[in-house]
């Protein structure tokens, strides 16, 4: 049946302090379908790009198993454009331009032949538009959620009132200290759980990941990076490696959703070794594959004292 995946396609801007790009691929959808198409396919996408939106791009994501069934073209219309720049330690960034331009009327709408999809990721879009997804499926198994500071500011109780529906939610830790209105974390964590959602992840940039899920927390390493090119769409690669790995093994314990988690980071950590999705459009699953090896040693040591 495949993977449901709904979010931004975009037009990205993206300075660091050692080079930028203009006007390149970029969109939750887009990272986390590329990052999960790795896995399994087909990964369905539900998005909206205006018609100045390149065609090369499209033929790219079809030549990865993406199915564009439900990507929208509106004549006329104006794509989602997004622009940042990132200070020196790459660890943070400044949002310079959110233009949603044809997001601002966009009508999710899931094709039949999706509408039983099980397995689904609502990547970073108005909250709104990730509930109306899933009003439109008949019994979704898996729902692992992203979203990002712009709509925890601005459409709060919108995205609070999904969480109950949503059994995983990813965000960054400054989104998750924003969210719980709470400075540390881990409080954070609880009061985010309290809020409905069954499994929570706290992606903490070069300084690996955090998962919550009942009484368990797990804490991935991060891969140790000497060249970090872009940061842009690591957390939605990550939130693909992560379902799309899942889904593939069809495992939900919280054991394999652990190695899920190193998946993530794997795929966040091929994500920025580039500008955009150039990394990502050239991997293989071998190469992905001695990347988690790596990571699995990364946190390997003998207690035998
Ligand atoms: P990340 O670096 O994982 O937070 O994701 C960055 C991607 O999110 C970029 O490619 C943007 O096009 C996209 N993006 C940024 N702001 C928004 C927004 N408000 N809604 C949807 N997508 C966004």
């Known amino acids: 049946m495949g993977l449901l995946v709904v979010g931004s396609v975009a037009l990205d801007s993206v300075a660091t302090p050692f080079d930028k790009v203009d006007n390149a691929l970029g969109g939750s959808a887009t990272y986390i379908s590329l990052s999960a198409s790795y ?12 018609d100045d939106f390149p065609q090369k791009y499209l033929q790219m994501l079809e030549s990865h198993n993406i199915d564009l069934d439900g990507l929208q073209v509106i004549d006329g219309g104006k794509t989602f ?5 990132y200070h020196y330690d790459l660890n943070s960034r400044d949002t310079l331009l959110t233009e949603l331009n044809v997001f601002e009327k966009f009508d999710p709408i899931i094709p039949d032949h999706q509408r039983k999809s099980k397995f689904v990721c609502l990547g970073n879009i108005d909250p709104v538009l990730q509930k109306r997804v899933l009003d439109q499926l008949e019994k979704p198994q898996f729902v692992v959620c992203d979203t990002m ?6 459409k709060k109780d919108e995205l609070v009132s999904l969480l109950p529906r949503v059994n995983v939610l990813i965000i960054n830790d400054s989104e998750a200290r924003l969210l719980a209105n709470e400075p540390n974390l881990i409080k954070a964590a609880k009061l985010i759980i309290g809020m409905g959602v069954q499994t929570l992840i706290i992606k ?41 790995y899942l889904y ?4 939900l314990s919280v054991e394999n959703i652990k190695r899920a988690v190193i998946y993530g980071s794997t795929m966040a950590s091929f994500c920025v070794e580039k500008f955009s999705t150039e990394e990502l459009e050239e991997l293989s699953y071998l190469r992905i594959q001695d990347r988690y090896r790596e990571f699995l040693g990364l946190s390997r040591f003998d207690d035998n004292l």
């Open 39 to 50: 896995f399994s396919g087909p990964v369905h996408v539900v998005a909206v790009v205006g």
């Open 81 to 85: 454009r997004w622009a940042g720049k």
């Open 248 to 251: 593939k093994t069809q495992d």
């Open 149 to 154: 500071n712009y709509w925890i500011e601005g």
């Open 204 to 244: 903490k940039g070069e300084h690996g990941a955090l998962l919550f899920s009942g009484d368990v927390i797990f804490s991935a390493p991060a891969y140790p990076m000497e060249m970090i090119f872009d940061p842009t769409g690591a957390g939605d690669t990550f939130a693909g490696g992560f379902i799309g």
